[in-house]
Every structure is written in C-alpha cells, then in structure tokens.
C-alpha cells in the first residue's frame, strides 16, 4: 500500500477537519497527516511566517484553535522543506491539504497531488453550467482568488466567512449574499471549514453546499 502524508499548512493533526477526514480514512493506516507548524509556537510562528509589505496572506490554525495569518512567499518555502523530508521518509505520495495556489513545488520520486490541480477542473467539469458561490476565510482573498477561478473558464461569486473564528451571524450574512446573489450552489473554498459548517450554510440558504476539503479526500481515496 502507498504511503500517503496530508500536510497542513498549519498544525496537524487538523482537530478542526477530524471528522471529514476520520470519514474518508478512519480506516487507512497508511494515511497521515504533518503540518508545517508543528513544532513551533505561535511566537515563533509568526517571526517565521507573518506577511510582510504586499505578500499574499493565507490562513492556518493551530491544533489549540488559535488561527495565524501567514505569507503565502514563506509557507511555500517551508512546504518545499517539508515535503523534501518526507521524501527522505520514504512517502509515496504527498497531499497538499490548502487550497492556495503554490508555484514550482516538487518531488524527486514521490506523487506530488496539489489541490488547485486538481480541484478546479472538476469543480469546473461537475458545476461550469451553474453559477457557483465561493466562501473564503478573508475578503482581502477574493481578488486573488477570482484570477485563479477565472484561468479555470469560472466567474464565481465571493463572499468571506472565516471557519478560524467561526460565528452563525458572519456565516449567515455571508451565505444569503451569495444566495441573494444568485448563486446556485456554494463551495467552501479552505481546507479548514468543517461539515457542521457546510451544513450551517445549507440550513441557511438551501443550496447544495460542497467543502474544497472532502472533494479532495474523495480524489485521494479514489485515485491511490
């Protein structure tokens, strides 16, 4: 069986996903998870990571809960890093659990599986004739995040509500402005919404609700 490694761009294992992933991989051994915050504190965290200038920001969390906003520039380097140890550990396949985009990854032997590869085109294949709602953690995401949809021939509608500091209030305002909008179904686009949170938004909408995270544990565990 191959060896498979999910690794977090925050801390792992991710408490906040345990249940989507417990459903997809309860059972597989071979399945792991690493993050690239283990180890540090979140002082040294962000002397390590914090954003600086116009540097892009992606979101991460702790397994305590505490979120750290990050620059996308250094976590590409340390996920670079990281992904040559596991290497050296001898993983066959190495998942990159964010739905950032990150530039010039690479492997030697093993499978390298990096979300926005994969993610995009299917989202495209399986809703491209409908108008989808996109939820991030950050409104200062979007502009960023509507380049990358639209090199996929897809024209979402955003709308931020973080799952790091999750509230019914931000959730529900965030959803029926993408309901309102005329958004036919929503994709929760970070690794870090959970299925209470999915449902949430079905509850309140009434839309067909999708977590970025379990579409890739699906890919995963149907293609290994």
Not at 39 to 65: I, R, Y
Not at 89 to 101: H, K, M, Y
Not at 137 to 156: D, F, M, R
Not at 195 to 217: A, D, K
């Amino acid at each position: 069986m191959k060896k498979i490694v999910f690794v977090t761009i925050g801390e792992a294992p991710r408490l906040d996903i345990a249940d989507s992933f417990a459903a997809f991989f309860q059972k597989s051994a071979n399945v792991k998870q690493d993050g690239l915050l283990n180890g540090l504190t979140m002082t040294k965290a962000e002397k390590l990571l914090s954003p600086q200038g116009n540097e892009e920001v992606v979101v991460s969390t702790f397994c305590n809960d505490e979120s750290i906003r990050m620059s996308k520039e250094k976590v590409q380097a340390r996920m670079q890093q990281k992904i040559d140890d596991l290497e050296t550990q001898g993983v066959d396949v190495i998942v990159v659990l964010c739905t950032a985009e990150f530039e010039n990854l690479t492997t030697k032997k093993a499978i390298l599986v990096e979300p926005e590869r994969i993610l995009l085109p299917y989202i495209q294949q399986k809703f491209g004739k409908q108008q989808l709602g996109v939820m991030l953690p950050l409104a200062l995401q979007i502009e960023a995040s509507g380049k990358k949809w639209q090199t996929n021939q897809l024209n979402p509608i955003f709308a931020a509500a973080s799952p790091y500091d999750f509230s019914e209030d931000t959730f529900a305002k965030a959803g029926n402005y993408l309901q309102k909008a005329g958004a036919e179904a929503i994709i929760l686009d970070c690794m870090g919404y959970s299925r209470y949170m999915s449902e949430f938004v079905i509850q309140v909408t009434g839309l067909p609700v999708y977590q970025s995270n379990e579409l890739l544990f699906e890919y995963v565990q149907h293609t290994f």
